[in-house]
């Protein structure tokens, strides 16, 4: 009897705790953006990080079938894509999917997405549905804070077939941390609309200083068109809003540069598969620079900039010697998506810490050397940190010993480093040859410049410390489990019933720690209850 009670007892808590944070049908979702230059595919999500769950809601102007999914940079091939419709007589598909080649799909082994609510009218299908950051299935793309690309496709009718036409690909910032709280202004702020939509948002106690010698003397917008279709009737409306006022927060916003020094040492071989180049920042000279002490300094936001050849890039700390954490990274770069990132939670630097870029390059598209330099078709390998409280340094950048590189790649090396600049560009770059190249550069000694904002400079050195990748996660199983013949309809396609539901019940690792406390709490009292006879 005890024992049933038990059972039953258990299930009663563990019911209790059985809604998950997955958001529901009608749940409201923060983030939007239209995948198409026509405004016929409109997408809205939103995602918890706590849960490691993330939210679609896709909406296109057909009645046919709608896909939502990950692809990679170069092909469709593999690429997940959760399809649903609406038949004719009312009865909805639904089914995680992939491409075997750039036009056939095949259905999952498991069903690792979860329908919340599928309609349609005369013009539109709406399909809303979760899926974890990571599962299980070897199939579906892992949700991450890098650039995804975003793939949405659809037909006119119920028979999935990818067409051209029909798909689209955009980069999207899916994990980005945006808040467009309103701001609580003093009276006397003066506020002045350059108009946006999403404007990038510092902390609530930290604002950009205005007035002293060390701050802007100006401000721009620079904004970048790009309509290589001259497609009619595209109309911009961004801009900025400042907020001006004589009652300070509490800190100033600083801004410093990280990663290469921007001139022709750092350079890249042409017909690279692959290429990394490093730059190392030291901050033990950040007091002795900065005229005053140095405290801890907070990172909320990161930018993050290569130019055409760029990859991946990423940011790692190191104290006394050993890795801490990646500071902010992007594993699936796009140049044309350049936005700033909000982290999570604060990165604290303290004094003495090393900060390293890495730039990761691809230049299998050209027959020629790539230099550092301001131009497209030069390189740059740069984060930018956004921190708090502000300091009088403006730019921490390393670059590598070019005579030590040339010497490693058997060339004669000048005392006169852009002499040797023309030696590398004779090299025949042979596979074998950029790997060495790669292996000179991190291996040479770093020079480190560091600048103020008054603009002194200051030279260190250093050498490059290894990255040890951050282990990923453990991944979510899935909560549809194995996809059987029976459970098709139409052909290749899961079977959804009509009465859909928001709730979701999430693994006991993904309970807040409040709640496996008194879980625990709860059976331990009922133990001891049982135990006594009571």
């Known amino acids: 009897m005890a024992c049933v009670l038990f ?93 075997l080649d750039e036009d056939t799909l095949e259905q999952d082994g498991s069903q690792d997405a979860e329908l919340l609510k599928l309609t349609e009218d005369s013009s539109s299908t709406t399909m809303r549905f979760s899926r974890p950051f990571r599962s299980c299935d070897p199939h579906d793309h892992d949700i991450t804070s890098d650039t995804m690309r975003v793939l949405a496709a659809y037909g006119l009718d119920d028979i999935p077939k990818m067409s051209r036409e029909h798909t689209f690909v955009k980069s999207i910032f899916l994990l980005q941390i945006l808040q467009y709280d309103d701001q609580d202004a003093p009276e006397d702020t003066i506020i002045h609309d350059l108009k946006i939509s999403n404007s990038y948002q510092f902390p609530d106690d930290v604002g950009i200083s205005i007035g002293t010698p060390f701050d802007p003397q100006w401000i721009r917008l620079e904004i970048h068109y790009s309509n290589f279709q001259n497609l009619p009737g595209i109309r911009d409306t961004s801009g900025m809003r400042l907020y001006y006022t004589s009652h300070l927060r509490k800190y100033d916003m600083g801004v410093l540069q990280l990663g290469i020094s921007v001139f022709p040492i750092h350079f890249i071989p042409p017909g690279a598969e692959a290429f990394l180049s490093y730059g190392l920042c030291k901050t033990d000279k950040f007091e002795e620079m900065n005229g005053a002490p140095v405290a801890d300094i907070y990172v909320s936001a990161c930018l993050l900039h290569t130019h055409l050849a760029g990859r991946s890039l990423q940011a790692v700390q190191y104290r006394n010697g050993t890795q801490l ?49 301001a131009s497209t078709i030069n390189e740059m390998c740069l984060i930018f940190i956004f921190y708090y409280p502000r300091i009088n340094i403006s730019s921490c950048m390393g670059y590598p010993d070019i005579i030590y590189v040339t010497n490693e790649l058997g060339e004669e090396a000048s005392e006169n480093p852009m002499e040797n600049l023309m030696v590398l560009n004779n090299v025949e770059w042979t596979p074998e040859n950029i790997k060495k190249a790669e292996k000179a550069c991190k291996e040479s000694q770093q020079t480190v410049l560091i600048k103020t904002i008054d603009e002194e400079v200051e030279n260190t050195t250093g050498w490059i410390p290894d990255i040890i990748p951050t282990p990923r996660g ?47 709490g709860s059976l331990s009292w009922f133990l001891a209850m049982l135990q006594t006879g009571v």
């Open 7 to 99: 059972r039953l007892f258990l299930l009663l808590v563990l019911a209790a705790f059985s809604q998950g944070k997955r958001l529901g049908p009608t749940s409201p979702l923060r983030y939007s953006r239209f995948l198409d230059p026509s405004h016929a595919v409109f997408l809205r999500w939103d995602f918890d990080y706590e849960s490691e769950i993330i939210t679609f809601e896709l909406q296109v102007q057909t009645t046919g079938w709608i896909g939502l999914g990950i692809t990679d940079r170069y092909t469709f091939v593999g690429s997940d894509l959760v399809v649903g419709g609406v038949l004719p007589n009312g009865n909805v598909y639904f089914s995680d999917q992939h491409l």
């Open 325 to 373: 954490q990646v500071v902010c990274k992007d594993f699936s770069y796009d140049f044309n998506l350049q936005e700033s990132r909000d982290l999570p939670h604060p990165v604290v630097i303290k004094p003495g810490d090393e900060l390293l870029i890495e730039c990761h390059y691809q230049t299998l598209d050209r027959d020629f050397m790539t230099f550092g330099g």
């Open 474 to 520: 453990s991944c979510l199983e899935s909560s549809g489990g194995k996809v059987e013949p029976q459970d098709k309809t139409p052909a290749g396609f899961r079977a959804v019933p009509l009465a859909l539901s928001g709730s979701h019940t999430p693994t006991l690792r993904h309970l807040p720690m409040v709640a496996v406390l008194f879980l625990q």
